[in-house]
């Protein structure tokens, strides 16, 4: 959300492990006759009756040190494991940095569709659409334009849409499809640790990718995505629950993407934001609703077809 990547088939795809390939997963130490994780890379698990979050049950607790139990824990938070579409937002402002001292530049309204299934013995299979919209900082106006306080150039504001594309969430992190937009990626994801105080549990999900593209949204640059899901551990034990509620904390470190028309002003951008997951357009916040029926009023009236006419999911061979 807010920087999700995708690549040329000619990009280079490093998936940064936390554990070495399939071959190097440890054996569940919960006692149960097929794991989680014996089901998904099996396939036995049936996807019309049981979507991940929920397994014939002698299953006991999940086990956040163990990959695929994380996987399944960030799947539920992020999205909705029984294929129905879930939404979230993001408010938060992006900055300048230079020399060592930041800048607030505008603000960001955030708001993405997200539709997963799992694909036995890979992971989860994440349609994704997203919208967002740079505000001016004081008078909260959608920016067409904006004048960077460095240089005082005016830089015409490309459209901020990503999508509707799918993605492979796998326990080592995201695997891209071959989409033109974005052009060359060399993409490093990681999933995890998780982190566990009482009922609460936080999952981190990090990317950092250099990426070169012709498109105007995206340019020549260095993107880093730090992102933390905080939900609810009851939630995410009960298999019943096949979508947990859940927060989003975010933040990001990129250098300057060329429409910032930034050449010669040093440092690099950074942002925060924070949201939650929803289950209705009428939850987002008041003036993102303002703004995506202004700016994408047909994809907010039926986000169902759009990612329903998303592309296939299309993976190299090795994923």
Known sequence: MGGFLGPRAQHKLIARHSLKGDAGLKIPTTKRALSRRDLLRTGSLSLAGLALGGYAHAAG???????????????????????????????????????NEITPLFNMLIGSFQRMRPVPGKGFEVNMLEMSYLTDLETGEVLDTWVNPYNGKTCEVPEQKFGPFPVLMRPTGVILPDIPLFGDVE?????????????????????????????????????????????????????????????????????????????????????????????????????????????????????????????????????
């Open 61 to 99: 607790e999940l086990d956040l040190d163990d990959p695929w139990d994380r996987l399944t824990a960030l799947a539920k938070l992020r999205g909705d494991t029984s294929g129905k579409t879930v939404m979230w937002w993001m408010k938060g402002v992006r900055y300048g940095v230079v020399d």
């Open 187 to 319: 993409l490093k994801t990681k999933v995890g640790p998780a982190f566990v105080n009482g009922d609460n549990v936080w999952i981190r999900d990090d990317s950092s990718a250099k990426v070169d593209s012709d498109h105007p949204m995206m340019g020549k640059h260095i993107y880093n995505e730090l992102v933390t899901y905080r939900g609810s551990l009851r939630e995410l034990n009960d298999p019943k629950v096949t979508s947990a509620a859940a927060e989003i904390s975010f933040t990001s470190v990129t250098s300057w993407r060329e429409w910032f028309q930034a050449e010669g002003v040093g440092g690099h951008t950074t942002a925060r934001a924070n949201g939650s997951k929803i289950n209705s357009i009428d939850d987002f916040p008041a003036e993102y609703l303002t703004a995506a029926r202004e700016r994408h009023g047909e994809i907010l009236a039926d986000p169902e077809a759009v990612l329903e006419a998303a592309p296939p999911l299309q993976l190299p061979e090795d994923a």
